[in-house]
C-alpha cells in the first residue's frame, strides 16, 4: 500500500489497487491493473509513462467516466468528500457514476482538463455561456453574478479583454488561449483536485511555459492538489512532488519527484531517464536504448510486463510472477518499486 | 503520442490468439481484411445471401417461373392464391386442386369455385415449356410444375402459385420476370453512372483548381433539378412507337444521368485528400509517374469505398424506376418491372377484391432493404485500416 | 550568400527562398492577400553535415523544407543543388523531369510513420517502389536490394512480406528510413521524424539516425520543434519565426551563447528533465504572430522583453555578427544573452514570476552557470 506522506497531512485523494479493464468483444485489455497512488492539497504528483500505460484511463477511472466498454473491475478511490461542512470519506469506485454525490463531484470538487480543449469545448456556443453553465451547475448564482465570475475567471488565468472574449467560440481562439480558457471552466467549481491530462502536448514550448507557470501560481493561490498527466519527462521534473511511472497499466515505481530522477530503481524507469536527450548531454554520441516496443495490450507478456525490454531479465522468476508495487526497504519508505531485483516473489501464481 | 489506431482496429478485427494468428495477420492484404471485417456484420450477411438468391432468380428465371408471363387466360382473370396440399388420403402427394370458374349474375364478380375431387399433382423441377438457360442450352424443367405423370398437363393451366393478375396473367411467373427487368436496370444504372462519376470526380479531385470549380458548379446545377418533375418531362418526350429495349435502356440512361452526381462528389473528396495523404507525397517523392499514382495508390485506397457506394446507389435506381413505372412513365406494358406490376394494382377496387395484386411491393421492400444493409456492412468493412 | 564550406561547394544552398500561400475569398475565390509562410530565408548546408531547422507550429520551417524538395513550388527565390562538386541544379526552378532526376538526391523521412506508408503495400513493394519506379525492373535484383536496406535499418528482412500493419511507429519509421536511402540520396530531410514516437522508441531512431550518417556519409536537414532532441542530432541550427530566420550557427554557439531574444526565449522554455535543474523561465508574453498580418518592423518585437522604438519600425538586417554567426536583431551588438548553461536556478520562495521584466533583466545573462555543475550525478 502506498503510505507517502504517512505522518504528514491527510491525503485527499488515495487511490488503492486500482483495476480497470476492458471488455471489448475480443478479450480482455488490462488497462489499468493495480494503480496505488495518493496525493495532497497543495501537492501535485505526476503519473507518467508512455503511450498504452493507462495513465489517462486512470484519471477517467477517478473521475468515473470510463467509457463502455470499460469498467473498475477492483480497487478503492477513497476521497475526501466535503458535504455540510465536513469531510467524509468516500470510494468513489463503489458510488454510483451517475449518482447525485458523482455529479457533485465531477467537475465540482474534482476537475479535469484535457490535452485538446477544442473538443472540450463545443463549437456552436460561445465559450462564455459554457463557462457561465459550469458555474451554475455547482453553485446557486445567477446568470449575471454568473457572467462576471466567468470573467473574473478568465482574468485569474491570464486571458485579457475576459469580457469580450466571453462572447467568443472556442475555434476563435488560439490553442494557448483555448488552453487557459479550459481551465479557468475547470476553476469555476473552485476544485480540490484538478487532474490535467497532457495539458500541454498540443502546445508549443514557448506556451507550454506559460501554462505550466499558470498551473503553478494557481496551485499556490487555490491550494488545490493537481494530478498531471503526461508522458513528458521534462514537465514533471519542473512541476512534480511526486511521481508514478507507469508501464502496461501497471506502476513500476513511485516516489518523490528527486528520488524518481536521481535515484530511479525500476530498470524502466532507468532507461527512459538516459534515454532522453537533453540541452545538457553531450550532443550526437548514441543513447542508450530500451529495446523493442510497448506490446500490443492483447499480447501482454506474462509476469513483469516489461521483462522482455529489460536488460536484468530474470529468467523463471520475472516471466513467471507478478511484481508487487513494494517500499524499497523500511528506512527509505517513500520508494514503492515493483521489480524483483528488490524483493522476492510473494504469489505463487505460475 | 503513438497510439496506434490501426492495428488497433486490424487487430481486434480478428480474434489475436498466437504467433501463427499474428503472421496471418502480418501479411493480410486489404481485401482480406475487409472480408474478415465483413464477415463479422451478420445482418449484411443475410443480405448478400438475400441479394444472391435474387441474382439467381434474374439468371434462370425461365426455370423459376413455370407460365408464359404474358400469356392471357380470359377464363382465370383474377384467381387467388390456390395454396398447394401436401398430403392427400394415402399419404404424401402434393397437389393443388382443380377449380372451375363462372361469373356471379348479380355482381358480375368473377367466382371460383375449387373442385375437391380433382387433385392435380404438382412436383419439382417439372417438366413444363421448353426454354434456353441464359439463352444458350435448351430445357423444359421448372422448379415446379405439375407432375410429369399427370399426363403432359402445363403448370400455366392448372397452377397459380400468387393467383392472377385481371387478364389472368400467372402472377408468380410475373414477378419473376419483373425480378428480372427491375434488378439489372438498378445494375446497368449504377455502371453507367458510377463509370461518369468515377471519371468526372477524379478529374475535377486530381487537377483542382478552375477545372474543380466548373464541374462542382455543374454538379450543383445538375443536384438542384427536382428529379420527379425532370423525369417525368423526360420520360414524356420518349417517342410511343420505341420498343421495350429502347424504352429500357432510355430509362436507364436517364437514371444514370441523374445519379453520377453523388459519386463524382464523394470520389472527388476522396482524391482531394488522398493527394495530401503522406504515402502519395512519398511516392511522388520517389520519382513515380502520375499515371502509377493514380492507379496503384489512390484508386486502391477508395474502391474499397465506391462498391460501397456502389451498392448503396442500387435501391435508389430500383425506385426510381418503379416510381417512374407506377406512374406510367418508365417501362410499359408488354414490359414487366416491379413498377409495371404495381400500377396494375393502383385503383381500390383491386385492393379490396384482389389484394394479391400487391404482392410486387414485397421483392421491392426486401431487396431495396437487402441492398442498404449490405452497403451499410460493405461500407464498415471497406476501411480496414480505420483512416 | 556564397559559402564555401570545408569541402569547396555547400551541397544545398537556399538564397532569398519565399512561399506565399494566397488567401481567397468570395464566389470569384480572390486574392486578398497572403499567408508568408517562408519569407526570404536563406541558408546553405554542407556535405556531411546537419543543419537543423527549428521554431514552433506555423513558423514556416516544414513549408520551407517542402519546398527544397519541390514539394511545394517556392514563391520566389533559388535552391541551389550540387549533387557532385561540378554540377548545379537550382531546383526552384527545375522541370518536371529533371525533378525526378534530381530527387534520387534528396529523399524525405516524414513525420507520421502511420499515414506516410501506403497501407495496401508489403514492405518490398513499399521500400522496392523508388527502385522500381526509377529502373530497376529486375524483382530479384529489387528484392535483395530492399533486404539489404532493411538490415541497414535494423529490421528483419523476413519481414518484406508483410503489410505495415503489422508493425509498431518505430518500426515503421524504419521501414521510412529504408525507403528514403533507396536510391543513396546525398540529402535527406527529416520533417520532425520522431515527434510522433513514444519517449522510449524516440532514442532508438535518433541512434539509427546517427549511425547511418556516419556510414553512408549522408547530409541531413532536420526540422524539429523539440529543441533537445535538436540538440543531440545537428552540427549547426538554424531558428525561425513567422516565415524568418532569426539565428543561425552552430550548434555549441547557439545553446550557450544565442544572440537572439526569440532563440534565449526558447531555450529558456524548454523544461528540463531534472527537479534539480528547475529554473526560471522567460515567459513569452502573448502569442505567435499571425503570418498572415505580421507586425510591422521585427515580427518578434511585441514579445520581446529588449524591444526599442526601431524594433517597431524597421526590419533588422540578416548578418553575419561573427564567422559563420548570423542573425537578424537590431540589438545584437549590446545585448548579453542567457544560454543554457547560464539557467538562473529556481528562486524556491517566489516560484517564477509571470512578469519577464523583473526576473531577467538583460544583465542577468551574465549570470553564473554555477548550476550547470549539478548535472553529473
Same mark, same amino acid.
Not at chain 1, 213 to 227: E, F, H, N, P
Not at chain 2, 337 to 354: D, E, F, K, P, R
Not at chain 3, 247 to 273: C, G, I, K, Q
Not at chain 3, 288 to 313: E, L
Given at each position: ?9 491527510r491525503p485527499l485523494l488515495r487511490v488503492h489497487?486500482l483495476?480497470t ?17 495518493e496525493v495532497?492539497a ?16 486512470t484519471a477517467r477511472s477517478i473521475l468515473r467516466i470510463v467509457e463502455?466498454?470499460?469498467e473498475i473491475v477492483e480497487g478503492e478511490i477513497r476521497y475526501l468528500h466535503r458535504t455540510d461542512g465536513r469531510e467524509v470519506e468516500l470510494d468513489l469506485a463503489q458510488i454510483s457514476a451517475d449518482g447525485p454525490e458523482m455529479r457533485q463531484i465531477r467537475g465540482g470538487e474534482i476537475a479535469m ?20 453553465e459550469a458555474i451554475r451547475l455547482h453553485s446557486p ?45 475547470a476553476?469555476s467549481a473552485e476544485p480540490r483536485v484538478l487532474i ?28 488545490m492538489a493537481?494530478i ?123 | ?17 498466437? +504467433? ?25 450477411? %443475410? ?66 369455385? %375449387? ?74 444504372? !449504377? ?12 478529374? /475535377? ?47 436507364? %440512361? ?9 459519386? +463524382?462528389?464523394? !470520389?472527388?473528396?476522396?482524391?482531394? /485528400? ?91 421492400? !426486401? ?21 | ?377
Amino acid at each position: 500500500m502506498a503510505t507517502l506522506a504517512a505522518g504528514k497531512r491527510r491525503p485527499l485523494l488515495r487511490v488503492h489497487n486500482l483495476k480497470t479493464y476492458f471488455f471489448p468483444d475480443e478479450g480482455t485489455v488490462r488497462a489499468v491493473d493495480g494503480a496505488s497512488f495518493e496525493v495532497c492539497a497543495g501537492q501535485t504528483l505526476g503519473i507518467v509513462g508512455e503511450s498504452g500505460c493507462g495513465k489517462s484511463v486512470t484519471a477517467r477511472s477517478i473521475l468515473r467516466i470510463v467509457e463502455h466498454p470499460g469498467e473498475i473491475v477492483e480497487g478503492e478511490i477513497r476521497y475526501l468528500h466535503r458535504t455540510d461542512g465536513r469531510e467524509v470519506e468516500l470510494d468513489l469506485a463503489q458510488i454510483s457514476a451517475d449518482g447525485p454525490e458523482m455529479r457533485q463531484i465531477r467537475g465540482g470538487e474534482i476537475a479535469m482538463i484535457f490535452q485538446e480543449p477544442m473538443t472540450s469545448f463545443s463549437p456552436v456556443h460561445p465559450i462564455g455561456s459554457q463557462i457561465v453553465e459550469a458555474i451554475r451547475l455547482h453553485s446557486p448564482l445567477g446568470k449575471r453574478e454568473a457572467r462576471e465570475r466567468a470573467a473574473d475567471l478568465l482574468r485569474q488565468v491570464g486571458i485579457s479583454r475576459a469580457e469580450a472574449r466571453l462572447d467568443e467560440y472556442a475555434y476563435q481562439l488560439s490553442g494557448g488561449l483555448r488552453q487557459r480558457a479550459m481551465i479557468a471552466m475547470a476553476l469555476s467549481a473552485e476544485p480540490r483536485v484538478l487532474i490535467a491530462d497532457e495539458p500541454t502536448t498540443a502546445l508549443d514550448v514557448t506556451t507550454q511555459a506559460q501554462i505550466l507557470d499558470l498551473l503553478r501560481q494557481l496551485q499556490t493561490d487555490l491550494g488545490m492538489a493537481i494530478i498531471l498527466i503526461t508522458h513528458n519527462l521534462g514537465v514533471v521534473a519542473e512541476m512534480c512532488d511526486t511521481v508514478v511511472v507507469m508501464y502496461l497499466g501497471r506502476v513500476v515505481e513511485e516516489g518523490s519527484v528527486d528520488a524518481i530522477f536521481h535515484n530511479p530503481k525500476h530498470p524502466y524507469t532507468r532507461l527512459l531517464l538516459q534515454s532522453i536527450p537533453s540541452l545538457y548531454s553531450e550532443a550526437r554520441v548514441p543513447l542508450p536504448t530500451i529495446s523493442g516496443a510497448i506490446p500490443h495490450p492483447y499480447n501482454r507478456p506474462e509476469g513483469c510486463p516489461f521483462h522482455d525490454r529489460c536488460p536484468q531479465f530474470m529468467p523463471g522468476t520475472c516471466d513467471r510472477h507478478v511484481p508487487e508495487l513494494q517500499a524499497l526497504d523500511e528506512r527509505e519508505s517513500d520508494q514503492l518499486v515493483s521489480c524483483f531485483l528488490y524483493h522476492e516473489p510473494t504469489d505463487e501464481r505460475a | 503520442m503513438a497510439e496506434d489506431h490501426t492495428t488497433r482496429t486490424i487487430e481486434s478485427t480478428v480474434a489475436v490468439g498466437g +504467433a501463427r494468428e499474428e503472421e496471418r495477420i502480418s501479411v493480410a492484404t486489404q481485401w482480406q481484411l475487409t472480408w474478415w471485417r465483413f464477415r463479422k456484420h451478420k445482418v449484411a450477411n %443475410i443480405a448478400a445471401i438475400v441479394l444472391i438468391t435474387y441474382y439467381v432468380v434474374v439468371l434462370f428465371a425461365d426455370f423459376f417461373a413455370y407460365a408464359d408471363p404474358n400469356l392471357p387466360a380470359a377464363k382465370r382473370g383474377l384467381l387467388p392464391p390456390q395454396p398447394i396440399h401436401l398430403f392427400d388420403d394415402d399419404g404424401w402427394n402434393p397437389h393443388v386442386l382443380a377449380f372451375e370458374g363462372s361469373r356471379d349474375p348479380e355482381t358480375f364478380e368473377r367466382v371460383y369455385e %375449387i373442385l375437391g375431387d380433382q387433385p392435380i399433382s404438382v412436383q419439382f423441377f417439372a417438366q413444363g415449356l421448353e426454354y434456353e438457360i441464359l439463352g444458350i442450352i435448351p430445357w423444359d424443367r421448372h422448379l415446379i410444375g405439375v407432375s410429369d405423370d399427370a399426363g403432359g398437363a402445363l403448370a400455366q393451366e392448372h397452377v397459380s402459385l400468387l393467383g392472377t393478375d385481371i387478364q389472368g396473367r400467372d402472377m408468380w411467373s410475373r414477378i419473376v420476370f419483373a425480378t428480372r427487368i427491375s434488378m439489372t436496370i438498378g445494375l446497368i444504372a !449504377v455502371a453507367i453512372s458510377q463509370i461518369l462519376g468515377i471519371v468526372i470526380g477524379g478529374v /475535377s479531385g486530381y487537377f483542382g483548381g478552375l477545372i474543380d470549380t466548373v464541374i462542382q458548379r455543374i454538379i450543383e446545377i445538375v443536384r438542384s433539378i427536382p428529379q420527379i418533375p425532370l423525369l417525368m418531362g423526360i420520360a414524356a418526350a420518349v417517342p410511343k412507337d420505341w420498343t421495350i429495349e429502347q424504352i429500357y435502356f432510355a430509362i436507364t %440512361i436517364l437514371l444514370a444521368l441523374i445519379l453520377w452526381t453523388e459519386l +463524382a462528389r464523394v !470520389v472527388r473528396g476522396r482524391f482531394l /485528400s488522398l493527394r495530401e495523404e503522406d504515402f502519395v507525397m512519398a511516392a511522388e517523392l520517389a520519382g513515380a509517374s502520375r499515371m502509377r499514382i493514380i492507379l496503384r495508390h489512390m484508386v486502391p485506397s477508395f474502391l474499397s469505398h465506391i462498391i460501397a457506394a456502389t451498392t448503396l446507389a442500387i435501391p435508389t435506381i430500383i425506385i426510381s424506376e418503379t416510381s417512374l413505372s407506377f406512374l406510367g412513365l418508365g417501362l410499359r406494358p408488354p414490359a414487366i418491372s416491379w413498377g409495371v406490376l404495381l400500377q396494375q394494382a393502383q385503383n381500390i377496387q383491386t385492393l379490396a377484391l384482389s389484394p394479391w395484386l400487391l404482392l410486387p411491393a414485397l421483392p421491392v421492400i !426486401v431487396a431495396i432493404l437487402a441492398f442498404n444493409f449490405l452497403g451499410d456492412g460493405l461500407r464498415d468493412a471497406a476501411d480496414p485500416y480505420g483512416t | 550568400m556564397t559559402v564555401e564550406g570545408p569541402n569547396g561547394h555547400p551541397l544545398l544552398e537556399v538564397k532569398r527562398l519565399k512561399k506565399y500561400f494566397p488567401i481567397r475569398k468570395g464566389f470569384m475565390r480572390r486574392e486578398v492577400g497572403a499567408v508568408r509562410a517562408v519569407d526570404d530565408v536563406s541558408f546553405h548546408i554542407d556535405r556531411g553535415e546537419t543543419l537543423s531547422l527549428v521554431g514552433e507550429s506555423g513558423c514556416g520551417k516544414t513549408t520551407a523544407a517542402r519546398c527544397i524538395l519541390r514539394a511545394n513550388d517556392p514563391t520566389d527565390g533559388q535552391i541551389l543543388f550540387r549533387p557532385t562538386e561540378d554540377q548545379v541544379f537550382d531546383v526552384a526552378q527545375s522541370t518536371r523531369r529533371e525533378l525526378r532526376r534530381l530527387r534520387r538526391d534528396m529523399q524525405l523521412i516524414f513525420q507520421d510513420p502511420f499515414s506516410s506508408l501506403n497501407p495496401r503495400f508489403t514492405l518490398l513493394e513499399i521500400v522496392g517502389e523508388p527502385l522500381l519506379v526509377n529502373g530497376m525492373r529486375s524483382g530479384r535484383e529489387r528484392q535483395e536490394r530492399v533486404e539489404e536496406l532493411l538490415r541497414l535499418v535494423g529490421m528483419r528482412p523476413e519481414y518484406m512480406r508483410r503489410f505495415p500493419h503489422a508493425f509498431s511507429g518505430g518500426q515503421r519509421q524504419r521501414i521510412g528510413i529504408a525507403r528514403a536511402l533507396a536510391l543513396n540520396p546525398r540529402l535527406v530531410v527529416a520533417d520532425e521524424p520522431v515527434s510522433a514516437l513514444d519517449v522510449s522508441v524516440q532514442a532508438q531512431i535518433l541512434n539509427l539516425l546517427l549511425e547511418l550518417q556516419q556510414k553512408l556519409g549522408l547530409t541531413y536537414l532536420f526540422v524539429a520543434h523539440d529543441l533537445s532532441v535538436v540538440k543531440h542530432l545537428s552540427d549547426r541550427v538554424a531558428v525561425m519565426y513567422v516565415g524568418r530566420l532569426v539565428e543561425m550557427t552552430d550548434r555549441e554557439r547557439l545553446f550557450n551563447s544565442p544572440r537572439h531574444p526569440y532563440t534565449e526565449a526558447l531555450l529558456s522554455s524548454v523544461p528540463e528533465p531534472d527537479p534539480r535543474k528547475r529554473s526560471q523561465r522567460i515567459v513569452l508574453e502573448g502569442e505567435v504572430a499571425n503570418p498572415a498580418a505580421p507586425p510591422s518592423g521585427c515580427y518578434f518585437h511585441p514579445r520581446c522583453r529588449y524591444a526599442q522604438d526601431v524594433c517597431r519600425t524597421d526590419t533588422p538586417v540578416w548578418e553575419e555578427v561573427a564567422e559563420g554567426h548570423w542573425v537578424a536583431c537590431h540589438r545584437v551588438k549590446e545585448l548579453e544573452l542567457a544560454g543554457v548553461r547560464d539557467r538562473l536556478p529556481m528562486n524556491t520562495a517566489a516560484g517564477t514570476s509571470t512578469n519577464p521584466a523583473t526576473n531577467a533583466t538583460p544583465a542577468a545573462g551574465s549570470a553564473t552557470d554555477g548550476d550547470a555543475t549539478a548535472n553529473s550525478e
